[in-house]
T-cell receptor, first 112, second 115 residues
Framework: DAKTTQPPSMDCAEGRAANLPCNHS???????VYWYRQIHSQGPQYIIH???NNETNEMASLIITEDRKSSTLILPHATLRDTAVYYC?????????????FGAGTQVVVTP | NAGVMQNPRHLVRRRGQEARLRCSPM?????VYWYRQLPEEGLKFMVY????????ESGMPKERFSAEFPKEGPSILRIQQVVRGDSAAYFC?????????????FGPGTRLTVL
């Protein structure tokens, strides 16, 4: 079973920031938080990952709380092409060979 | 820098036939993961392979499914005697190694339809 909890859906206005929450209250010290998205049944696309520090790349920012029990993915300026299912995944690299366990994700719809 | 390649992109088989799905990892990647996405369901891990070795096949159905990743050539997911329930999208991902923080990159998938 997935170790994360995400809202099933959210809407976002084009041009605004999209803040996607994720709860992972049982995360352990050696587990990373990964975010992927899947646009209309295409292959999942890697977005960003982090361990305990906040991370930023050209696609998004990842904010991880100090206790690591939750995180937020921020898409700074959402576009229509950001409409997708977003998956927050806690990834263990020591007891499961790094395989990804996908949950149901959050369906994000960006509207004009 | 080519990404993960999968072929065919679409595959139609009749019940009882064999399906072979191929995955070429990104350059420099020697680890391959296969995932399956049934209609209206989430992605599920199937198998993890390194070159010439199956490391974790805990997600593979016990019968009819097999996977390989030979020293030369792509990784192959093979489904024998397909049934309608095998209709799904099959994705592979590759990485350099499952060390801390190493990232898996996905291919576009193969959509298998069993008639």
């Amino acid at each position: 079973d997935a170790k994360t909890t995400q809202p099933p859906s959210m809407d976002c206005a084009e041009g605004r920031a999209a803040n996607l929450p994720c709860n992972h209250s049982t995360i352990s010290g050696n587990e990373y938080v990964y975010w992927y998205r899947q646009i209309h049944s295409q292959g999942p696309q890697y977005i960003i990952h982090g361990l305990k520090n906040n991370e930023t790349n050209e696609m998004a920012s990842l904010i991880i709380t100090e206790d690591r029990k939750s995180s937020t993915l921020i898409l700074p300026h959402a576009t229509l092409r950001d409409t997708a299912v977003y998956y927050c995944i806690v990834r263990s690299l020591t007891d499961s060979w790094g395989k990804l366990q996908f949950g149901a994700g959050t369906q994000v719809v960006v509207t004009p | 820098n080519a990404g993960v390649m999968q072929n065919p992109r679409h595959l139609v088989r009749r019940r009882g036939q064999e399906a072979r799905l191929r995955c070429s990892p990104m350059k420099g990647h020697s680890h391959v993961y296969w995932y399956r996405q049934l209609p209206e369901e989430g992605l599920k891990f199937m198998v993890y392979l390194q070159k010439e070795n199956i490391i974790d096949e805990s997600g593979m159905p016990k019968e009819r499914f097999s996977a390989e990743f030979p020293k030369e050539g792509p990784s192959i997911l093979r489904i024998q005697q397909v049934v309608r329930g095998d209709s799904a999208a099959y994705f592979c991902a590759s990485s350099r190694a499952p060390t801390w923080g190493d990232t898996q990159y996905f291919g576009p998938g193969t959509r298998l339809t069993v008639l």
